[in-house]
């Protein structure tokens, strides 16, 4: 068994208009930057995919990742928690001009909604937004005398996750705090696509340690130094460059 | 007449369908035994409820390890590229469908495809364990088992007389005599012994068989 | 009558209730500046949703590693017997009630309890992040905050006017003027600036003051 | 802050009667068998704890642990989702003369009740039951076409685990597959005693490798060549001691 794949365009071939697609991170930790511009690339060269549903905690920040998935005008529907960053700009004008849709869930809810949706949980009671704008239309419930709303689990067509390392067997591990969606998402896609920065062998990440078992991932591509996005954005980089 | 798949024989068959790269979930007792039949050049990758992905074999008698064990709990062995996990992020796995195949055992399975497997009735004290999850846990859910009865009684019936394990989840069973495939809320015919007339497997079978025009020769290898 | 606490200083007062040992998860913004208070020999783990349990300051300029920020995408530090864990565990902390104490800003707070602190209405987008999650997982919700509006209104109110963040949640507000906490649906005043009377307080106040017959002073610390 | 606890006797010494006390393990594996043996010891000291409500996924084997709490007559009801092993007497025999209560439980409807119950979800839906005796009573709704058993959380007051290696500030990591219910068990209790093989300084375990974060750990007590289930029954041990 080998899940990982040649080069970041293959990784990406498969994703077809209209798909949901997970894209891990918090801000710029554990953004996958170098698996978006490749789509990005690929939708450059064929007009495809577009339409995309993309699941992620926030909605870009200047003109990279996300936020250039988006400026390509690929994204329809941002399901997030917090489309606020440094530089939301591209993200803002889309929404206020009613560009892209949003749906707001509030960050414990999308991440839990998102676990149910890997472990085979179609709804759960949570107590988060019980009373507020966002729980409207929503069935309550009282349990043990304190109400709580039912949420509804979130599943993806793809998720564009990144690790620290990875073996062929689909094994990963993470960064730090770069840890934070990737693995939930991992387990919610039919397909699921990790860039690592670096492909070990199997053994080589200890069986205690794993974070990501194999079971929940689909190919796995090497990018040996990725790009931060905070980097990136200070140095005012825009994806794709624009000739000058 | 009289000829049959032993248990063992059983297992080999079931063994044939696992694709290489296949995650693979096997019930505690005899379907364990189908993982000593994968085809050369194929390698599945085995998942215990108890929170292992990627074990090996049996450890030499006297080199268990008892905090490696499978959920039969029987001692393990570990290859490269295992992975630990508790309890709920390995059921996350089984309910939430990414097992490509779980192999189970039987009392009864029905046309429907309900299988009945944890509870003979309500003497004794039940045990349920992970068999209610596992049925809903794997794209394919597969059963082994005797086509009969140690009473010649069918095993594959109209509809179970036990305690239910789950409704409409099996959709193949490998039998001492035949290979058949739940679809429709039927049992379509696959493979049988060759020395066994459709009539003669249709006697010793609970409900109606569907028969294709093509049915395979169940075969029996010598193990 | 001018005097009050400065964001500073009431950031200091709010870290003044924090026991040692215990679980903290600080609101993104002016909260985070009550890690900066803890008083000498108590030391406080501190939560940050995105999956640090333990982290601690702030590196210094140019030392940053932006895998390693807090839930205000500032970059942290690590301290020894941190924790790593990915969104959905560091959620189960928070709505399962493992945290001792959160602390959030609020455009407003009623007497009932009710929090609004993360939409100042339809205009714009929206933005909620973790807010309504951390409002009803802490043991105890504080909120820190100016007593009144840049224009001179009460923040303390009987009803919310903004769109909700949590109903029945805060417990105690800490304010440029004043300690209250929130008991069966009332305000009750534990600590004032002296150099302000009650009937000063209840006018810049939305709802009626509980005065007990003990009102501690509201210490301005040096800092 | 020290969660280190001086003795065995110390860290059962908060539980009282009626408790429902998480004991961690599948089988013998992970099963904290020193602290049931304090809990034991406790009992027949002074009468206490009794009446309890126990969670584990079996029902004890031989006459040691689990079994040999049940034995003594300390438990009222046991949770579980497989009251079967090598030598299930003890169990067998007190639950058909109905002197102890049975709740069976699918096995990852226990795992995920017992999560939710840590993570403050009052209630979920699962597949699992559906349509069998196990289910009855239970609310089923439909989603995406498929019906689903709505499960209540699990809570308990005490929760005795056993890890590997554990920190002052209550960090966990486990051995192999002993890890099972002990991390889940942890999040659901209000106080969670772990025995550990050994204790290290904070920052000894990997932040990227702990498995129960100290958030979830009131005590830990080390009981450095922790006994195990299986070998105990091969030698036929019996707890406490018998005179000859």
Known sequence: ?244 | MSAKLSSTQIAWRAAQDIQDGAYVNLGIGFPEMVARFQPPGREAIFHTENGILGFGEAPKPGEEDWDLINAGKKAVTLKPGTAFFHHADSFAMVRGGHLDVAILGAYEVAETGDLANWSTGPKGVPAVGGAMDLVHGAKRVAVITDHVTKDGKPKLVKRCSLPLTGVACVTRVYTSLAVIDIEGGRFVLREKLPSLSVDDLQARTGAELVVPSTVADLVTPEL
């Open chain 1, 1 to 244: 068994m080998d899940k990982t794949l040649p080069s970041l365009a293959e990784a990406v071939a498969g994703i077809a208009d209209g798909a949901v697609v997970m894209i891990g991170g918090f801000g710029g930790s554990g953004a996958p930057i170098e698996l978006i511009h490749a789509l990005i690339d690929r939708f450059l060269a064929t007009g495809s995919p577009r339409n995309l549903t993309v699941v992620n905690n926030n909605a870009g920040n200047g003109h990279v990742g996300l936020a250039a998935l988006i400026e390509q005008g690929m994204v329809a529907k941002l399901v997030c928690s917090f489309p606020r960053s440094a530089d939301p700009r591209v993200f803002t004008e889309k929404c206020l001009a009613g560009e892209i849709e949003l749906e707001l869930v509030p960050q414990g809810t999308l991440a839990e909604r998102i676990r149910a949706g890997g472990a085979g949980i179609p709804a759960f009671y949570t107590p988060t937004s019980y009373g507020t704008d966002l729980a409207k239309g929503k069935p309550v419930e009282e349990f043990d005398g304190r109400p709580y709303v039912r949420e509804l689990w979130l599943k993806a067509d793809v998720a564009l996750i990144k690790a620290y390392k990875g073996d062929r067997l689909g094994n990963l591990v993470f960064n730090k705090a770069a840890r934070n969606f990737n693995p939930l998402m991992a387990t919610a896609a039919t397909t699921t696509i990790a860039q690592v920065s670096e492909i070990v062998e199997p053994g080589a990440i200890d069986p205690e340690s794993v974070v990501t078992p194999g079971i929940f991932v689909q190919g796995v591509v090497e990018v040996a130094n990725p790009a931060q996005e905070e980097e990136l954005n200070r140095a005012d980089a825009v994806y794709p460059e624009r000739a000058a």
